[in-house]
């Protein structure tokens, strides 16, 4: 079982800057598919971020603002958040998974961290 740990999270000021590191237990040679996903109170968890071999994939409220990168290296996969917007606040949770075509043959996710925007 592969353990993943989020850290980085708080509460910052509108316009402001946070980063999210992700650390796994295991080496991250064996996900092809990292990312960030945020579910705010009240909503469905969504996809912020992925990192699916070697291309990235951003939902189009983050485009511009949000950074993704993985360090196979470290075992960690970081999201860089720059020009913070109160309605980006939500729980972030780290993924890591293999998928083969589009089935995911195993699928890992962290306990999550709080980010919270004030405006």
Same mark, same amino acid.
């Given at each position: 079982?592969?353990?993943?740990?989020?850290?980085? *999270?708080?509460?910052? %000021? $509108?316009? #402001?800057?946070? =980063?999210?590191?992700? &650390?796994?237990?295991?080496?991250?040679?064996?996900?092809?598919?990292? *990312?960030?996903?945020? %579910? $705010?109170? #009240?909503?469905? =968890?969504?996809?912020? &971020?992925?990192?699916?071999?070697?291309?990235?994939?951003?939902?189009?409220?983050?485009?511009?603002?949000?950074?993704?990168?993985?360090?196979?290296?470290?075992?960690?996969?970081?999201?860089?958040?720059?020009?913070?917007?109160?309605?980006?606040?939500?729980?972030?949770?780290?993924?890591?998974?293999?998928?083969?075509?589009?089935?995911?043959?195993?699928?890992?996710?962290?306990?999550?961290?709080?980010?919270?925007?004030?405006?």
């Amino acid at each position: 079982q592969v353990q993943l740990v989020e850290s980085g *999270g708080g509460l910052v %000021q $509108a316009g #402001g800057s946070l =980063r999210l590191s992700c &650390a796994a237990s295991d080496t991250t040679l064996r996900f092809n598919a990292m *990312g960030w996903y945020r %579910q $705010a109170p #009240g909503k469905q =968890r969504e996809l912020v &971020a992925t990192i699916i071999n070697r291309g990235t994939n951003y939902a189009d409220s983050v485009k511009g603002r949000f950074t993704i990168s993985r360090d196979n290296a470290k075992n960690t996969v970081s999201l860089q958040m720059n020009s913070l917007k109160p309605e980006d606040t939500a729980v972030y949770y780290c993924n890591a998974r293999f998928i083969v075509g589009t089935t995911p043959l195993y699928d890992y996710w962290g306990q999550g961290t709080q980010v919270t925007v004030s405006s």
